[in-house]
């Protein structure tokens, strides 16, 4: 049997229930200037990066995968625009990891379908770009982590900013020591988001696969406030504001951060010891089950210690720091605001000493993956070393949210030192058969 038959007749069954060890590591030949792309997803962020990778010349989307047929023709028909040739489309994702001519799979689905999806990309030898955080909980991304080290791929995080001139040149600034000493850092975000209501079950739109669509999550009534664009505001599915934007406020913070630390000789901040977050859902009076009012704080183990606090307003009109959402670094010699189209540099005296624009654009983000995928470097938003650190924040802020209590990690094994009911909501309960997390 040769590769390609042996690709076409591996199951889908098998792909999610596999054993460890059952799946070989299939060898790729070198990938061509042209990359071969498959896209899970076709709407929302999805329907954002098919465009981002249709626009690129060093990419041919080839297929397109989405379980809701109403909401792919506008995709479909940029795409094809975009690169001058017709992609195929699909329904069931499956398809794309039984997909034998594919090189990159790109993962633009809601947070309960990163893992499985990204981990059967890798076991079936190709590497992946997938949207931020990196997956539902703490264990999937362990879990993606493993099979990317075990079958050797790249694996790019959607924190777009990572690539972005107004990063680079924030954290260049910062390296030459114009702040001083940075031992405090803040992400935040004000940007308001809006009621969500409390509508009826109903039944799902014509054409929807919506077994598909819950996949590992727990079987439920359809309801439109858990399916397109809300699914974020619940545990089944989402990580709410906190993984859904506070992930690029505080990845923004450890950025600003171990740049600060590099200007001293010190090591990066790795993940942080203890985690104390409060608040509730205090404004909102509708279906949401996380919450619209929030602070985090995070305490990292260096000497002498660094703190990042994360607060949560998506209720309120008005900005901080001139800014709706993005994250201050502050020194001993002045403070650096990080914002979403530039950043600026204020002395002691709150004197206005430095700005750059910017924006982000995450067209350099998707050439970054690209071109990792072609010299097998790590990319910017690596998932092992930035794109789950920045994750494991989001996932420990919101569990000690609800335990209601502050939590003591081990960086090592990204658990909790005795407490159970916390470990407990590191993964789900169980995974939905068939839709079971893949054993790396």
């Known amino acids: 049997m040769n590769r390609r038959q042996f690709v076409q007749n591996l199951s889908s069954a098998a792909l999610l229930t596999a054993a460890p060890g059952t799946l070989p590591l299939i060898a790729r030949a070198a990938p061509s200037n042209r990359l071969r792309a498959g896209m899970i997803g076709a709407s929302g962020r999805a329907g954002s990066l098919n465009k981002y990778f249709a626009a690129n010349p060093e990419v041919e989307i080839a297929v397109i995968a989405e379980i809701d047929p109403g909401r792919l023709p506008g995709t479909l028909e940029a795409v094809t625009r975009l690169q001058g040739k017709k992609p195929k489309t699909v329904t069931d994702y499956r398809h794309i990891i039984d997909d034998s001519e594919l090189d990159v799979i790109v993962v633009g689905t809601p947070d309960h379908w990163h893992a499985i999806p990204t981990i059967q990309a890798c076991m079936t030898g190709k590497d992946v770009y997938v949207e931020k955080p990196d997956a539902h909980n703490i264990v999937e991304g362990q879990r993606m982590i493993a099979a990317a080290k075990k079958f050797k791929r790249v694996i790019q995080v959607g924190s777009q900013h990572r690539t972005t001139q107004r990063m680079i040149s924030a954290q260049n600034y910062i390296r030459e020591g114009h702040l001083g000493k940075c031992l405090f850092a803040k992400g935040y975000e004000n940007a308001p988001q809006g009621s969500i209501g409390r509508p009826a079950d109903g039944q799902p739109p014509k054409g929807v696969d919506y077994d598909l669509w819950l996949g590992p999550a727990p079987k439920r009534p359809f309801n439109r406030n858990r399916f397109h664009g809300r699914w974020r505001w619940f545990f089944d599915y989402g990580t709410g504001d906190l993984g859904n934007d506070g992930i690029h406020r505080l990845d923004f913070a450890i950025a600003l951060m171990n740049a600060a630390l590099e200007s001293e000789g010190k090591p990066p901040l790795g993940l942080p010891?203890?985690?104390?977050?409060?608040?509730?859902?205090?404004?909102?009076?509708?279906?949401?089950?996380?919450?619209?009012?929030?602070?985090?704080?995070?305490?990292?183990?260096?000497?002498?210690?660094?703190?990042?606090?994360?607060?949560?307003?998506?209720?309120?009109?008005?900005?901080?720091?001139?800014?709706?959402?993005?994250?201050?670094?502050?020194?001993?010699?002045?403070?650096?605001?990080?914002?979403?189209?530039?950043?600026?540099?204020?002395?002691?005296?709150?004197?206005?000493?430095?700005?750059?624009?910017?924006?982000?654009?995450?067209?350099?983000?998707?050439?970054?993956?690209?071109?990792?995928?072609?010299?097998?470097?790590?990319?910017?938003?690596?998932?092992?070393?930035?794109?789950?650190?920045?994750?494991?924040?989001?996932?420990?802020?919101?569990?000690?949210?609800?335990?209601?209590?502050?939590?003591?990690?081990?960086?090592?094994?990204?658990?909790?030192?005795?407490?159970?009911?916390?470990?407990?909501?590191?993964g789900r309960p169980e995974w939905r058969k068939p839709y079971v997390l893949p054993e790396v």
Request: charged share 30%; hydrophobic share 35%; glycine share 8%.
């Open 273 to 426: 010891r203890k985690i104390s977050a409060m608040g509730g859902k205090w404004y909102f009076d509708d279906a949401q089950e996380w919450p619209d009012t929030m602070q985090v704080a995070y305490e990292f183990d260096v000497a002498p210690p660094r703190l990042i606090t994360y607060e949560m307003r998506v209720w309120t009109p008005y900005r901080m720091e001139g800014e709706p959402e993005g994250a201050v670094l502050y020194g001993d010699k002045g403070y650096l605001v990080m914002g979403n189209r530039g950043w600026r540099a204020y002395a002691k005296d709150n004197k206005l000493v430095k700005e750059m624009p910017g924006d982000s654009d995450a067209a350099p983000h998707v050439q970054n993956f690209i071109d990792c995928v072609k010299s097998r470097k790590r990319p910017a938003c690596d998932l092992e070393t930035v794109g789950h650190p920045a994750s494991v924040l989001c996932h420990a802020g919101n569990i000690s949210w609800r335990v209601g209590r502050t939590l003591t990690m081990d960086p090592k094994t990204e658990t909790f030192i005795g407490d159970k009911e916390a470990n407990a909501l590191r």
